[in-house]
């Protein structure tokens, strides 16, 4: 994703491909340097600690400095602290790196005779959100199945953030049942912007991308999409949607209706 800087009317491009980036030709087009396959990441990993090993990360420190804007690039199979991580990086329109999201809840999946997948056998699993201010406004960072789990979401409302972005590679089968519903579920319920960023589905890896980058508003709306080819995704953003959309539907004190409601029947028999 990349971002202007008028934090009040954004307008944002969301990259289901590395166009525009001026990518380095050894650069390939799935997690931003490497086919999503355990083939490669390990093989293919950065450590972000050591700019000459690290191509795909100074080519988006570049790339957000040279063009003056916010990038959140991602993801990317980092290599740190003797594990691998899949990573997204935050980079502010100086080049310099404001954030960095390891991948909290890892894709483990098995379905007899359709897929099967398990993203713990070789990468390790973050340990917190993040939440990083710049200058389009605060955002909140997650991957791919992370969107998955609503708590997470939640957190970053509760934290302020505008918008939520999630870089992810869904495959077919889950990306044509779930993707386009967790996102709207994730903007509607938190009333702000939910972003994503996925590679398109020509795969040179044995995983099977669902593609569909897409912007999302408060109240679920879909803004801009894409298919499953490669493309550019442009859609303006207007923070003010999220207060008219909290103005008209007040959620948070409903919510808390709630919960005090189920404290008060603990423990008694219905």
């Known amino acids: 994703m990349m971002a202007s800087s008028t934090p009040s009317s954004i307008e944002h491009t969301m990259l289901a491909a590395s166009e525009q980036l001026k990518v380095p030709s050894n650069i390939t087009k799935e997690m931003w340097n490497c086919p999503y396959s355990n083939d490669y990441f390990a093989k293919l990993a950065e450590d972000f600690e050591n700019e000459d090993a690290s191509p795909t990360f100074s080519m988006l420190s570049e790339a957000?400095?040279?063009?003056?804007?916010?990038?959140?690039?991602?993801?990317?199979?980092?290599?740190?602290?003797?594990?691998?991580?899949?990573?997204?990086?935050?980079?502010?329109?100086?080049?310099?790196?404001?954030?960095?999201?390891?991948?909290?809840?890892?894709?483990?999946?098995?379905?007899?005779?359709?897929?099967?997948?398990?993203?713990?056998?070789?990468?390790?699993?973050?340990?917190?959100?993040?939440?990083?201010?710049?200058?389009?406004?605060?955002?909140?960072?997650?991957?791919?199945?992370?969107?998955?789990?609503?708590?997470?979401?939640?957190l970053y409302r509760e934290k302020d953030a505008r918008i939520i972005c999630y870089p992810g590679a869904f495959n077919i089968s889950t990306g044509e049942l779930l993707?386009?519903?967790?996102?709207?579920?994730?903007?509607?319920?938190?009333?702000?912007?939910?972003?994503?960023?996925?590679?398109?589905?020509?795969?040179?890896?044995?995983?099977?991308?669902?593609?569909?980058?897409?912007?999302?508003?408060?109240?679920?709306?879909?803004i801009a999409t894409s298919g499953h080819e490669e493309t550019v995704v442009?859609?303006?953003?207007?923070?003010?949607?999220?207060?008219?959309?909290?103005?008209?539907?007040?959620?948070?004190?409903?919510?808390?209706q709630i919960f005090t409601c189920l404290d008060g029947h603990e423990g008694q028999k219905p």
């Open 179 to 222: 993707w386009e519903v967790m996102q709207r579920a994730r903007a509607a319920d938190n009333q702000l912007f939910v972003a994503t960023c996925s590679p398109s589905r020509d795969s040179s890896g044995s995983y099977a991308i669902w593609g569909h980058s897409t912007l999302v508003g408060p109240s679920g709306e879909i």
């Open 64 to 154: 957000a400095c040279s063009h003056g804007i916010t990038i959140v690039g991602g993801s990317v199979p980092e290599s740190g602290d003797g594990q691998l991580y899949n990573t997204s990086c935050v980079f502010g329109p100086d080049g310099k790196l404001k954030a960095e999201h390891r991948k909290i809840h890892l894709f483990d999946i098995e379905i007899p005779g359709a897929i099967t997948f398990k993203e713990s056998d070789f990468f390790a699993a973050g340990d917190k959100p993040t939440i990083v201010d710049t200058d389009v406004g605060r955002i909140g960072i997650g991957i791919c199945h992370d969107i998955r789990f609503p708590e997470l979401a939640a």
């Open 234 to 256: 442009v859609a303006v953003i207007d923070y003010s949607k999220i207060e008219l959309q909290r103005k008209a539907f007040h959620l948070t004190s409903k919510r808390g």
